[in-house]
């Protein structure tokens, strides 16, 4: 038995928050996003704001680098996580909840190393498994957290019946 127009509209739309996430990832691998160029950009930003020099400029750099992991990763994962509930639900499929929080674990694994590979063949990037660490790190933090926000969820309704 095939979908329906509207499951196959309404996957498509599940799932498009999760592809716009892998595309900005895309997007963020590539040259314009080298460190050099955000360098160049945090240096226009301290000028903007009044400074003319920054002493510790290549630090914030990396600093806002290795948050953009941590952050980018975790919200994929968790767009990851959305997308899958959507089509469960879309699809009436029971699935526990931990069984798509761990497949939204593997595709932002897949994701982050598929980048960094990518990245070690750009002579303005370098692709180190450290930063597949540290974004996988983001991913299952923000996956942790948002159990845990069911959990507390769940037993305040719960308490609330009762």
């Not at 301290?46 to 990396?62: E, M, Y």
């Not at 680098?65 to 919200?75: E, S």
Request: aromatic content about 12%.
């Amino acid at each position: 038995m095939g979908l329906t127009r509207e499951q196959r509209f309404a996957l498509f739309f599940a799932w498009l928050p999760a592809a716009i996430g892998v595309l900005v990832i895309c997007l963020e691998s590539s040259d314009y996003f080298s460190a050099a160029n955000t360098r160049h950009l945090l240096q226009h930003l301290w000028v903007w704001f009044g400074s003319r020099s920054h002493p510790d400029i290549d630090l914030d750099n990396h600093i806002l680098r290795k948050t953009g992991h941590f952050l980018g990763y975790g919200t994929l994962s968790l767009l990851f996580y959305r997308s899958r509930r959507r089509s469960g639900r879309i699809l009436s499929l029971q699935r526990p909840r931990l069984a798509d929080a761990a497949f939204s674990f593997v595709w932002t694994l897949a994701i982050a190393s598929a980048d960094e590979y990518h990245q070690s063949f750009l002579p303005s990037r370098t692709g180190v498994p450290q930063d597949v660490l540290l974004d996988i790190t983001g991913g299952a933090v923000f996956l942790l957290v948002l159990q845990l926000w069911l959990l507390l969820r769940r037993r305040r309704v719960a308490f609330s019946e009762a």
